[in-house]
């Protein structure tokens, strides 16, 4: 009997995804079309006809799943190699406390635009639709490719691999079907919520973005102040100031769904599964910015009906029973223009009405990992949708109804075109970190602004005079057991991992200032507004201090491999800088594991 061939979880999906296919009457998967299909291809090479010349071509396979997967453009070979070799030999200094100073225009100068969707109507057919989008986002690739050719060209710049020196566009969303799904937002909603994480406002704020919601579409704009747990409240008020200069027709709420302590010196410690949703700070305020929007046009009392009853539940220490008729209607609503019905984008999409029957619609936008699902979830007040802390978990846009009258449209993160420095975007968590080739330069990045060696407890390099991102990474590596698997050689790779996750999760907090922050700094921290954030993340603290909602962290399966990537810091308070431990180990947290 011939021996059976192994057959590998991979496949066994793709087998599945191919049979659900054919029952849609769709065309199976292609050779190059999705995972596992190269395998499946050689099986069916043998018993498939080869096509001819005068054969008409297969007809398009109509459900792609990685249609909505993030594709950022990255660095040549040769900016890799270059980067990776002045990781090795540039000494850190640490940068005065200005250097954390960001000017937006600095990230998003002139010139910098997004896709816009083409005019269409009705009368259109799905494939011109289809065909004059993909024209104008590939007139817009082109345009911008020109016009950063065009600027090097001034400058006398020589290298064009996209380095960090903030002349070149930073990577930026290349994937149509994720734009489509931005459009589509900005389409149906009457309101849009732009999700900003706090500790960096200055990437999350696409000038464009804004100008086109508040002038071209004519919709209110609310900038959700995200995270705000993970920033002074004297920097959160600083941020707000700014915005609200920079942006007059837009409102501001800060905004966080686990509210703790406020941040420490040091290393932070993990935030824990559990808790509940109802103790998020920010719903309320977000309510009274819309009804400033909307006036008398929608009624909300039902929404602050139900803030009332959460807020009672909490006081008694119980969780808010969802009410059957405040289910979502429209849970996980795929409408892209690949739909399952062949109706196309031009039946899907209609000229939205401003509050068709009666329905406030808040659209929440924002860029990957500023926590846009987790304020749908908090919001809602249960895990609705799904979070994660790797970027890119939200594929396409989902709709919820938060009460008869208000209804909320979860939107898949987009990183729009910028001159921001990539190794922030990596710090951020816009880019993924598990798809970095070179994350020593975003170490180094991030050492030169933040004491590394004393919060992370590294031992000196020896005979050397300082310290370089290469080391830092060695040392981490040496100090977690971070080896190779054939030579056990210090794995700096997995170390340089390690240490941007804890950047990425806020356990090491790099929160950016505005222009003129520590001038400034007295002003901010005696300013009223900063008191009232301060009170108002204490009164959403109690019973929750060091807890997360649920959903709010990873599955299951993410936190076995932080666990054996040792990311968890022994429970208790934060690491002050300089102090030392007897146990060198006493950050792996093995009672956490």
């Not at 199976?28 to 291809?41: F, I, Q, T, V, Y």
């Not at 459900?63 to 990255?74: A, K």
């Not at 959460?310 to 409408?335: I, K, L, N």
């Amino acid at each position: 009997m011939p021996r059976k061939r192994p057959f590998s979880a991979k496949r066994k999906k793709q087998q599945l995804r191919d049979r659900r296919e054919r029952k849609r009457g769709d065309a199976p998967a292609g050779p190059d079309s999705g995972p596992g299909s190269r395998s499946e291809s050689r099986e069916r090479g043998s018993d498939a006809a080869p096509a001819e010349a005068g054969d008409p071509a297969p007809p398009p396979r109509r459900h792609d799943p990685g249609r909505f997967r993030l594709q950022l453009g990255g660095p040549r070979a040769e900016a890799l190699a270059r980067r990776r070799r002045r990781a090795q030999e540039e000494l850190l200094e640490l940068l005065p406390e200005t250097a954390l100073e960001l000017d937006p225009d600095t990230v998003y100068g002139p010139g910098l635009d997004f896709p816009r969707r083409p005019p269409w109507s009705f009368a259109m057919s799905p494939e011109e639709l289809r065909v004059r989008e993909e024209a104008a986002f590939s007139a817009f690739l082109r345009t911008l490719r020109e016009g950063q050719r065009h600027d090097r060209a001034e400058e006398g710049a020589t290298n064009g691999d996209g380095d960090d020196d903030g002349g070149d566009v930073a990577p930026f969303e290349h994937n149509l079907e994720t734009w489509r799904q931005l459009w589509r937002v900005l389409e149906m909603s009457d309101v849009i919520l732009l999700i900003t994480d706090a500790r960096h406002p200055a990437l999350n704020v696409p000038p464009a973005l804004a100008t086109h919601v508040t002038r071209e579409l004519g919709k209110g704009l609310i900038l959700i102040l995200n995270k705000v747990d993970l920033t002074s409240p004297a920097v959160a008020t600083a941020w707000s100031h700014l915005l609200r200069r920079r942006f007059p027709a837009a409102r501001v709420v800060p905004f966080t769904s686990a509210p703790r302590r406020p941040p420490a010196p040091g290393l932070q410690r993990r935030q824990r599964r559990g808790g509940g949703w109802s103790r998020a700070v920010g719903p309320r305020q977000l309510l009274e910015a819309c009804e400033s929007i909307v006036g008398e046009e929608v009624d909300l009392s039902s929404w602050r009906a139900r803030l009332d009853r959460a807020e009672e539940a909490a006081a008694r220490g119980e969780e808010e029973e969802e009410e059957e008729q405040q289910e979502e209607v429209g849970d996980d609503v795929d409408v892209g223009d690949d739909d399952a019905d062949g109706d196309g984008p031009v039946a899907a999409p209609r000229q939205w009405e401003r509050y068709r029957h009666g329905v406030l619609t808040l659209g929440c936008v924002g860029l990957p990992n500023a926590g846009k699902s987790s304020v749908l979830n908090a919001l809602v007040g249960r895990s609705a949708v799904s979070v994660s802390r790797a970027p890119g978990r939200t594929r396409y846009f989902q709709t919820h109804f938060l009460t008869p009258t208000v209804r909320l449209c979860d939107c898949p993160g987009l990183v729009f075109p910028s001159r921001a420095p990539p190794a922030l975007q990596v710090l951020a968590g816009v880019y993924p970190i598990s798809q970095l080739q070179e994350p020593y330069s975003a170490v180094g990045y991030l050492a030169a602004r933040l004491p590394l060696p004393p919060l992370l407890q590294l031992r000196p390099p020896s005979a050397a005079a300082g310290w370089t991102a290469w080391d830092l990474c060695e040392a981490w590596a040496e100090k977690r057991g971070y080896k190779t698997a054939k030579a056990a050689r210090n794995d700096v790779y997995r170390a340089a991992n390690s240490i941007l996750r804890l950047a990425a999760e806020g356990r090491l907090r790099l929160c950016l200032r505005p222009p003129g922050y520590a001038a400034q700094k007295d002003l901010w921290e005696q300013h009223p507004e900063t008191a009232a954030l301060a009170a108002l993340q204490e009164r959403g603290e109690p019973g929750v201090r060091g807890s997360a909602p649920p959903g709010e962290g990873s599955t299951s399966e993410e936190e076995e491999e932080e666990c054996d990537s040792g990311e968890e810091v022994e429970p208790g308070e934060a690491t002050p800088p300089g102090s030392t431990a007897s146990n060198p180990f006493a950050l792996l947290g093995e009672d956490e594991c």
